[in-house]
């Protein structure tokens, strides 16, 4: 049978010829809409038709977005770049030889699939990679005249009203929301407008999205190929043909009714009919879009209408509308001040004041905090009044459609100063959701606003470029670049007139003057709301800094880094006084709190935990007091897993799970489930373990929230190397990481990705499967200079240490030449991770097993039983029972000298039992724990 394939670069317009439609409706033809290219595709693609290795993150955006899947724009949009000589080829720099500074931290290139290398020049050993020429903005370019061409063509088919709409539509910018469209489409009525979009809906000249994930999760899937079934259609009369497309309108029309938020098909389209306006005819139609979006430009009702940056809006006149009484009175509300006669009954009322006992003892002091929180969830789910939200926090949405664009407005009608608050806003928020890349890239629109204004000496500038290096700092932080953090960090708190010491003259003499203020500020008793707003915000944006400051120098354990950490903790808590804002105040005490932890404090309750609770005791059950409770009940939870009081930090982070779960902030509640995992996971109580896991796991499908189903399969992959079931398979969380691992929220994220990499390094190094743990491992080995004060970092970097530990053992059995000198290395670091002393004693067990394991190989038995039997009594101490089984097994396992096993824990994977299997009962717990690695140890003479 002859097989013809007929392929058209479009749909046809009109009713094709006869022979044509015959083809068609032939029961034997089967006719196909092919689907746009996918974004891993187009960079495939890319990099086949460069002949390049890899190329910048911002050229395969900006690809994807412009292409939308379609090849021929790919192609064109290439050439355009190559016309404009903005691509440079030139050999691949190595990651690890690069100096990190500002300008290059998020500077990154992505790659091809694997299978992809065979067509590109990297299959004949040339690393050449693409790079985009210094100081290009690929978003700001005009589009080719050859697709601009098409986007005409288009245009001109269309009625004059629908050419209308589009052009208005492209004035607001590539998303847009059916309500600022009405706002400033010309002399339409709504009925009109839906009608309209529509049939442009119809017409694939717009998307149209229920709610911002939906438009999130359509960016990531392009259209896939479907078939079409003519010879169906084809038996249909033509007046139900006619009646199904005026359906089909109507459905349209009740979807775009339901639908807020819009889309263009084609970025181009929205470039093209934007470049149709005249200059004059721009500018007013961003001026009333501003205005529109300016009443919603702040965080959504459920976070109380705030500002990201506390108190900015106070610093700088960035508003357009007049405000009429009520909105003044709302703001000052939402920011906590009072009214006069609030502030004259607040002076009347007889404040209540709870103390702790001082004799108090630790047992009656936890059973009393643990009450408190308990009845803290019973009032909020029992009381009367709005204390549990009725929506949940949709801030990130309020980026995306209101505050961007507003910033966008404000760039074209040249008011920069208005356009720098609010992408100073947008860092800010965004490194809140954790999305440092994004804060990164807003902060450079930002800078490069700064460096346009010239009324240096107003105080509201000054506070801008403070707040600037605020946020460098933060984001430097987050990438683990003390070096530069420090620098930006100090260099706010410069401008902030505060300035940090930076000898140790100046230091003793600082820390004389904040004792005296803290010992002020602690005897005197003020009301909160009387400071005005501007020196609010001064003090909030001191206050942040210091905490990073803190925590930088606590990395640092040269002796005289500590007294610098110490200040600046102190620094803090003044800063945080002088406030009188009782958040700032609790939070400002938990750091203190923590540091003091960290520093060496051995009790289980330090005392600025227990003023933490009074002044909980002393807030009344309302409003904002909820969120402070539970921050405070995380916080604490968090503080007790770090300092090894498992138990306790069961307690506490169950209560603020609640408390968060009520509250419904989804950003909180990711956060305390995936704490509240680690305490359980070592104490092995998995049955608790896996209902927090499956929260977790239905947040992140509901929030499409990656850093979420992240966390969660590393926990996955922690209880098949560690706990000995499978609750997850070990190919889904590959199958996951190498599906994600360029998504910009882990890539720039400590801690986890390096987390994962060391999981699946650790696998194929049980396995003896070498070339595997290479590939993961290196990857690995990048993310290892990140280093900063977190949980997930020393999570990370203790399964990359026992990779390591695994491979020197690989090392001593082949008897390799630098094996001495890679234990006696490996062994050093192991003893710095715990010299260090910044995440506090939870990780020293499985330090000290690993530095134990590296001391029999290294043939040292008396070093070798001395961490051991440490790490057992830490185990004990802090009920680690996870460690405490595994720490057993391997001292058994030494001491009996048992023969050689290569492939016992090959054995033992392939009987690793389902969590299904435990919960059935067909196997117990008791057998579980058995399923454990045992480190061979047999390679040299066994030393004891």
């Known amino acids: 049978m002859p097989i013809f394939i007929v392929m058209s670069l479009c749909p046809f317009p009109e009713t094709p010829c006869a022979a044509a439609n015959a083809i068609m409706k032939n029961r034997n033809t089967t006719y196909i809409t092919l689907g746009t290219m996918q974004p891993q595709e187009i960079r495939d693609k890319v990099c086949v038709d460069l002949s390049v290795s890899s190329i910048p993150r911002e050229l395969d955006s900006y690809l994807v977005e412009g292409s939308c899947g379609i090849p021929y724009y790919c192609e064109e949009l290439l050439k355009n770049l190559d016309h404009h000589r903005i691509l440079i080829f030139q050999q691949a720099e190595a990651e690890e030889k690069t100096n990190v500074t500002w300008n290059n931290l998020f500077k990154y290139s992505v790659k091809p699939t694997e299978d992809m290398y065979l067509y590109t020049s990297i299959a004949a050993g040339q690393k050449e990679a693409c790079y985009l020429t210094s100081g290009v903005r690929l978003k700001n370019l005009s589009p080719p005249a050859s697709l601009k061409e098409i986007s005409l063509v288009q245009l001109d088919s269309m009625s004059l009203s629908h050419q209308m709409l589009v052009r208005c539509a492209a004035i607001i910018g590539l998303t847009f929301t059916t309500e600022l469209l009405f706002e400033i489409l010309p002399c339409w009525n709504m009925k009109m407008m839906i009608k309209a979009l529509a049939t442009l809906v119809e017409s694939n000249v717009f998307d149209c999205f229920r709610s911002s994930k939906d438009l999130q999760l359509a960016l990531k899937q392009n259209v896939t190929t479907f078939e079409v079934h003519y010879r169906s259609l084809s038996l249909k009369s033509k007046e139900g043909l006619a009646y199904s497309e005026e359906e089909q309108l109507r459905e349209m029309e009740g979807e775009v009714i339901e639908c807020r938020i819009l889309r263009f098909c084609r970025p181009i389209m929205q470039k093209t009919a934007y470049e149709l306006w005249l200059k004059d005819q721009k500018k007013v139609l961003h001026l009333k879009c501003a205005r529109f979006l300016e009443e919603s430009a702040h965080r959504c009702n459920h976070c109380r209408n705030r500002d990201f940056i506390p108190y900015h809006h106070f610093i700088a006149d960035i508003r357009l509308n007049t405000l009429d009484m009520d909105t003044v009175k709302k703001m000052v509300k939402s920011h906590g001040f009072k009214t006069e006669d609030e502030v004259i009954f607040s002076k009347s009322e ?9 004799n108090i003892s630790i047992t009656e002091t936890r059973e009393k905090i643990l009450h408190f929180f308990d009845n803290v969830i019973i009032k909020m789910r029992t009381s009367q009044d709005d204390v549990i939200p009725l929506e949940s926090c949709h801030c990130e949405e309020l980026l995306q459609i209101v505050i961007l664009p507003l910033a966008q407005h404000f760039v074209a009608l040249e008011e920069n100063n208005k356009a720098l608050y ?129 925590k930088i120098y606590s990395l640092n354990f040269f002796f005289h880094y500590k007294y610098y950490g110490r200040l600046a903790a102190i620094m803090q808590m003044n800063t945080s006084l002088e406030t009188q804002n009782n958040f700032q105040i609790i939070k400002a005490f938990l750091d203190f709190s923590l540091y003091r932890h960290l520093a060496g404090y051995e009790g289980v309750w330090f005392k600025y935990e227990i003023l933490v609770m009074e002044q909980l005791l002393n807030l009344p059950l309302k409003g904002e007091a909820f969120e402070i409770m539970a921050y405070a009940a995380d916080a604490l939870g968090h503080i007790k897993f770090l300092t090894g009081h498992l138990d306790l930090a069961i307690e506490l982070g169950s209560r603020a799970h609640k408390m968060w779960s009520l509250l ?22 998995y049955k608790h ?53 360029d998504n910009r929220i882990l890539k720039f994220q400590s801690g986890l990705l390096l987390g994962l990499y060391s999981c699946i390094a650790v696998w194929y190094a049980r396995l003896q499967e070498w070339d595997n743990f290479y590939k993961f491992s290196n990857r690995a080995k990048t993310l290892v200079t990140r280093r900063t004060p977190t949980v997930l970092y020393y999570e990370g970097i203790s399964r990359y240490m026992e990779g390591q530990v695994l491979h020197l053992q690989k090392q001593i059995e082949e008897q390799a030449e630098n094996a001495q000198d890679s234990g006696v290395e490996l062994l050093k670091a192991l003893e710095t991770l715990v010299a260090q002393n910044t995440t506090g004693p939870v990780f020293y067990p499985r330090l000290y097993h690993l530095m134990a394991y590296v001391c029999i190989l290294m043939g040292d038995g008396h070093s070798c039983d001395f961490f051991l039997n440490t790490a057992l009594e830490l185990s004990e101490t802090q009920g680690n029972l996870l460690e405490k089984c595994w720490l057993s097994m391997s001292k058994e396992w030494w001491y009996s000298a048992p023969e050689l096993t290569g492939d016992q824990w090959l054995q033992t994977v392939l009987s690793l039992p389902s969590w299904d299997k435990i919960v059935s009962g067909n196997v117990t717990l008791q057998d579980v724990q058995k399923n454990k690695f045992l480190m061979r140890v047999n390679i040299l003479d066994n030393p004891f």
């Open 350 to 358: 007889i404040p209540r004041k709870f103390k702790f006992p001082e």
């Open 422 to 550: 609010y992408f100073l806003e947008l860092a800010s928020a965004y490194l809140i959701l954790g999305d440092n890349y994004n804060a990164y890239m807003y902060l450079g629109e930002g800078e490069r606003l700064l460096k346009s204004l010239t009324n240096e000496d107003s105080w509201s500038q000054t506070f801008e470029y403070a707040t600037f290096y605020s946020l460098k700092g933060e984001i430097c932080f987050n990438m683990g670049q003390m070096v530069l953090a420090k620098k930006m960090l100090r260099k706010a708190l410069k401008l902030l007139n505060r300035m940090f010491p930076c000898n140790l003259l100046s230091l003793t003499f600082q820390m004389h003057i904040e004792k005296n203020r803290l010992s002020h500020f602690m005897n005197q008793h003020t009301q909160e709301g009387s400071l005005p707003g501007k020196k609010l915000a001064q003090l909030f944006l001191q206050s942040s800094c210091f905490s990073l400051l803190w």
């Open 664 to 685: 419904r902030n989804p950003n909180k509640y990711h956060m305390v489930l995936c704490r509240l995992s680690k305490p359980l996971f070592l104490k092995s109580r």
């Open 689 to 741: 373990l896996v209902q927090v896991l499956g929260w977790l796991w239905d947040l992140s499908v509901t929030e499409e929230h990656i850093f979420s189903k992240a966390f969660f399969y590393f926990v996955c992959l922690d209880i098949m190397l560690y706990s000995g079931f499978i609750y997850r398979t070990f190919e889904e969380c590959l199958e996951f990481i190498h599906h994600n691992e």
